[in-house]
């Protein structure tokens, strides 16, 4: 394959367009933006140097995707609104077709440019909130689940488009019901459309060798120690590359962390008698993956004029990224990201087979936080809620609104017991719950029914053999006990169809939504 070649404009130093389709590359020598013109090379300016994520991926990475090799020819690094930076890398294929492959926090998705109709062109980017659908050619729907304005912030190799730094980047992020991840860019002429899915680094074929495979490592590796601006206190970034907000432990003090600078912002007032469950540090096993607890924040609601806390645990996990667990009332459960396009204004979803109904709706606020965070976390930072439970299921939607964009995060918690989370994370006497956890599983009707038919079978096979008794009183004896006793059985299991039903009605009695309200049942 022929490569074109020349000399940077800004220092002169040897430059080559690696991808016969590139319309820029950096130069390796200055970092200038070197763009082909029709006769000569022009310069764009310096870019910034490359901010260290904990990349899986290095420029110059080969592997095969899809029975299809390819080249890691370059790289583009994106402010993001809300603070942080996400890699976009270029793959070469055969043909110099490019694939565009976007990695955040922790996860990989692979996209490809679609030529779209003239004549069905895409919604204006002033028009589209999060939650919106958006209708494609074929009759497929995606909808909206992230609206903003990034910053082209740095970038290495070859860029198939024209690269500018510092340029505004308005995108428009979208998924669909079968796992299709879209993105639309509204640039300076008409928008450009992304189509493609979440993959996994296994789908890449990319060997990984020492200095990509950070990402790998125990969670048990050291820290970066750094000392608060505000009290000079000992402070320990997990995860300094994508951390945006850590809270000093000693004084409190909020701090903004950019690449492991700090800068004082606020000192946060913590409740007399307010305790961290689980310790900032503390290392576990939860599905197959360890995690380390990072941060720590408490959030509530307000209902009727009174607040309804709870408590948040961030835990980042080498393997696959953030995850969260949640404490309310001494029940806990596990939270992950999921992907839907369904829409929080329904009263009823499904997602994978599992039938979800509309608990409740409303405004969580943060009040405290302490540990670090990967977004710019706030003392009274607020987001719409929408949660809809299917116990031990919860899903639930969080739309974020501000100048620089807008973001809709969807996730799933299932319910953890006590005991399963105390072994995982090695803790002892954690607080038992109290009161009907809101996905709670309850104890199941076919266990019941079960037991209670292996009761009758035994008191029918002692009724059997005691028959061959003495007849008369004696025996009229016998019959009545074995009919108090078949009684008391079958009084158990309906006994506990109506603790069941009790257990419902109270796991709805603070929700607007709850299916008894009418008298109506599930049971």
């Known amino acids: 394959m022929k490569r074109r070649v020349a000399n940077c404009p800004a220092c002169g130093g040897h430059v080559e367009f690696q991808l016969s389709t590139a319309l820029v590359t950096v130069c390796e020598f200055c970092r200038s933006v070197v763009a082909r013109a029709d006769k000569s090379v022009e310069d764009h300016g310096k870019v ?24 890691v020819v370059g790289r583009v690094q994106y402010q993001h609104p809300a603070g942080g930076v996400w890699d976009e890398w270029y793959l070469q294929f055969p043909s110099d ?130 000392n608060c601006p505000h009290c000079a206190g000992a402070l320990a970034l997990t995860v300094p590359d994508q951390t945006q907000r850590i809270c000093c432990p000693n004084c409190h003090s909020l701090l903004d962390c950019q690449q492991g600078k700090l800068e004082y912002l606020e000192t946060l007032k913590m409740k007399a008698g307010e305790k961290i469950l689980l310790p900032l540090g503390a290392v576990g096993k939860l599905f197959g993956n ?5 941060g720590f924040m408490e959030r509530f609601a307000v209902y009727l004029g009174k607040k309804y806390p709870w408590a948040e645990y961030l835990l980042y996990g080498p393997e696959v990224g953030f995850r969260w667990l949640v404490c309310n009332k001494g029940h806990w459960s596990f939270v992950e990201p999921v992907t839907t396009s369904a829409s929080p204004e329904n009263t009823a979803i499904s997602l994978n087979g599992v039938h979800y109904r509309l608990y409740d709706r409303g405004i969580a606020y943060v009040r405290y936080v302490a540990g670090e965070f990967y977004w710019r976390v706030t003392a009274g930072e607020q987001v719409e809620t929408a949660d809809y439970i299917a116990p031990p299921y919860m899903l639930s939607f969080e739309r974020t609104s501000t100048l620089q964009g807008q973001e809709l995060n969807v996730s799933r918690g299932t319910y953890l017991d006590v005991d399963t989370l105390e072994a995982a994370f090695n803790q002892q006497n954690l607080p038992r719950p109290w009161g009907i956890g809101t996905i709670q599983p309850l104890p199941s009707r076919v266990d019941v029914w079960l037991i209670c038919g292996g009761l009758i079978a035994v008191l029918v096979v002692l009724y059997s053999i005691l028959a061959k008794g003495p007849t008369g009183p004696e025996g009229d004896g016998q019959n009545f006990h074995f009919v108090v006793a078949l009684v008391a059985i079958i009084a158990w299991p309906v006994a506990m169809q109506f603790v069941r039903h009790a257990c419902e009605v109270n796991r709805w009695s603070e929700s607007d939504y709850s299916p008894y309200a009418k008298g109506d049942s599930d049971e």
Not at 54 to 69: A, I, W, Y
Not at 146 to 157: D, H, L, N, P, V
Not at 290 to 294: A, G, S
């Open 97 to 226: 077709r490019v694939k565009w492959l976007a990695e955040a926090q922790g996860k990989l998705y692979m996209t490809v440019e679609k030529k779209l109709n003239p004549e069905t062109p895409l919604p204006r980017f002033d028009g589209l909130n999060v939650g919106a659908s958006v209708a494609l050619p074929g009759g497929k729907s995606l909808v909206v689940t992230e609206k903003g304005i990034a910053t082209t912030r740095s970038a290495e190799g070859d860029i198939p488009w024209d690269f500018r730094p510092n340029a505004e980047h308005r995108f428009v992020d979208l998924v669909g019901d079968s796992g299709e991840f879209a993105t639309i860019e509204y640039g300076t002429e008409s928008p450009r459309f992304f189509l493609g899915r979440e993959i996994f680094l296994k789908e890449l074929g990319v060997p990984q060798s020492d200095d990509n495979a950070s990402f790998v490592t125990s969670a048990n590796t050291a820290a970066l120690q750094l």
């Open 290 to 294: 360890e995690y380390t607890v990072i």
């Open 48 to 71: 910034a140097d490359l901010v260290e994520t904990g990349s899986r991926l290095s420029r110059g990475d080969s592997g095969t995707f899809e029975k299809k090799h390819f080249d």
